[in-house]
């Protein structure tokens, strides 16, 4: 089988990409980034989802990003919104997804992967700017310049299957294949039990998601 890494955080999101790639036949390799995230428990969540879906090894890294004051994810004196956003939200974490697709870029040429699955979406994301399809295209362009792999003729392939499907549609998706969602996390201010707040706006997209999709919301909530 053709190795893949999969950017594994723990949420919704990342659960039903490494799914795919599963059922896509790639060994997969996990990677998740201890980033020193508010909402660390998805991390156990990560632990959990990789151990579902035997992956051939699940790394975690770490990379401090505490110091990255102007976001909420690193910085607990910020408030998570409670309402969904029209714009860059505080929640953005600056080069977050820049740094992560170095990390599992870096990790693919060890093992010899060439292939990389990240679980962006730009329907419900779109705000973010390392969620666009066209940044995700320039990422895969310098990766293919910047890799030995590549520059010997063997090119890396990003995956972003997620990316034009909304909520319902992923959660759709990740029930067929047999996804358990009781085990993600993706509140942005979970308690250390990976109990979700009910109310920031991670947690809206995702109730709003299992709602449309006619599907009961396995979320434990504080």
């Known amino acids: 089988m053709s190795k893949a890494v999969v950017l594994l955080s723990g949420g919704l999101d990342s659960a039903t990409t490494l799914a795919i790639a599963k059922s896509q036949g790639y060994a997969c390799y996990a990677l998740s980034v201890n980033y020193h995230q508010r909402h660390i428990a998805e ?7 990789a151990a ?3 992956v051939e090894e699940h790394k975690t890294i770490e990379m401090d990003l505490s ?5 909420a994810l690193t910085n607990p004196d910020l408030k998570v919104p409670t309402e969904l956003s029209t714009h860059i939200p505080i929640t953005y974490v600056p080069a977050r997804n820049t740094l992560m697709l170095t990390l599992a ?6 093992i010899g992967a060439h292939d990389i699955f990240i679980g962006v979406n730009a329907v419900d994301y779109s705000w973010y700017p390392e969620c666009r399809p066209k940044y995700m295209e320039q990422f895969q362009k310098m990766a293919n ?11 890396i392939q990003l995956h972003t299957p997620l990316i034009d499907l909304s909520k319902e549609a992923i959660i759709a998706k990740g ?8 085990l993600t996390v ?15 706006d991670s947690c809206r997209l ?3 998601g299992f709602k449309a999709a006619g599907i009961d919301d396995p979320t434990p909530y504080q």
């Open 43 to 49: 991390l156990e969540a990560a632990k959990k989802i």
């Open 52 to 54: 579902q879906f035997k």
């Open 67 to 71: 110091w990255m004051l102007t976001s």
């Open 105 to 110: 870029l870096g990790w693919a040429e060890v």
């Open 145 to 155: 310049l910047a890799t030995k792999s590549a520059v010997e003729g063997q090119a």
């Open 175 to 182: 029930v067929g294949l047999g996804v358990n969602y009781s």
């Open 186 to 200: 993706s509140c942005y201010q979970a308690d250390q039990a990976g109990r979700a707040c009910g109310v920031c």
């Open 206 to 208: 995702r109730q709003n």
